[in-house]
Structures are given as structure tokens and as C-alpha cells.
């Protein structure tokens, strides 16, 4: 079986991280939170972003990229950010039972080294470099989480919903 994770380091916006939650309860997919955070957990822009989905997210905190790299082992991560070779769709990820997608904070990414030292785990998505420095962090992790998920089934998702109505008949 399938598990996908979200990874958020030192995530500064709340809005953004709430976002990136209320997918993560859409999807199952587990969110990993690597301190430290731009904001207090019970900020209201984090609830409000997240609505009444916070019951239904696994949320892992970290201490420290450290931590969480020691925790993470050997399991496939991905790195998302404009400085790859590879773009998110080329890569196989239903060939992992466990897919990590690390995000960077919102001003400055991952660190460069961190990335330099992963290159081979780079991924990005495709935009104009040009006119626009970054993507939106929630709609990056959104684009993502769902072509991992589209590659491996949409395990344990529904595909269709239907009326309250039909339901009964």
C-alpha cells in the first residue's frame, strides 16, 4: 500500500500551510512540518485556511531538517523547487510505496546546499522564469501531491461523487 507524504520546511505563511493541510486531508497524505515555523500552530489564518479539516490530517513535526533526513532514511524524496534538471512529471512515483515531497519556505526555498547536495532528487514544474520568481507554495504542493496520486490510481480516493440523492436511490 501506498503512502504519500508532504514536507514543509520552515514553512513562514500560515495561509499557506493551512492550505496545504485541508489537500493533505483531501488526498491521505501525511504532512511533515520542519521547525522552525514562521507562525504559532494555532494562528487563525492557519484554521481558517485549514477549515474543519484538522481532524483529518497527520501532521509530523520535526526539530530540525536533520531530524527529519535521519527519520526519512533511505524512502523516496523528492525535492521541489525551481533549481532542477528534472520536471515532477518525469518521475516514476508508483514505483514507491512511500513518496516524500519536501517543499521550501516561501522567501528562500531549501537551502542551497541541501539541494546541491540532492541534485538527483530535484524536481520542478515548469513556469516562465522570466516574469515570475516563484509559484503560490499551496498550489506547487496541490500540482504535485495530484500527479503522484493521478501515476499510482488515486488509491483509496473517490472518483466520482454523487448527489445526496442518488445516494438514496
Known amino acids: 500500500m501506498t503512502h504519500n507524504h508532504i514536507v514543509l520546511y520552515e514553512p513562514l505563511m500560515p495561509a499557506n500551510t493551512g492550505n496545504i493541510a485541508r489537500t493533505c486531508a483531501a488526498t491521505n497524505t501525511t504532512l511533515h512540518l520542519i521547525k522552525p515555523l514562521g507562525f504559532q500552530t494555532d494562528d487563525k489564518h492557519l484554521k481558517r485556511a485549514g477549515l474543519d479539516y484538522w481532524d483529518n490530517v497527520d501532521i ?95 488509491p483509496n480516493l473517490e472518483l466520482t461523487h454523487r448527489y445526496a440523492q442518488d445516494k438514496l436511490d
Open 60 to 154: 509530523i513535526y520535526h526539530d530540525s531538517l536533520e531530524d527529519f533526513m535521519a527519520e526519512v532514511k533511505d524512502k523516496p524524496l523528492f525535492l521541489v523547487s525551481k533549481f532542477a534538471h528534472q520536471t515532477y512529471t518525469e518521475v516514476p512515483y508508483n514505483d514507491f510505496d512511500d513518496v516524500f515531497l519536501m517543499f521550501g519556505k516561501e522567501t528562500t526555498g531549501l537551502p542551497e546546499d541541501f539541494m546541491r547536495a540532492h541534485e538527483e532528487k530535484c524536481i520542478r514544474l515548469p513556469m516562465n522564469d522570466e516574469h515570475v520568481r516563484a509559484l503560490n507554495l499551496s498550489n506547487c504542493a496541490a500540482i504535485v501531491i495530484y500527479e503522484v496520486l493521478r501515476q499510482q490510481g488515486f
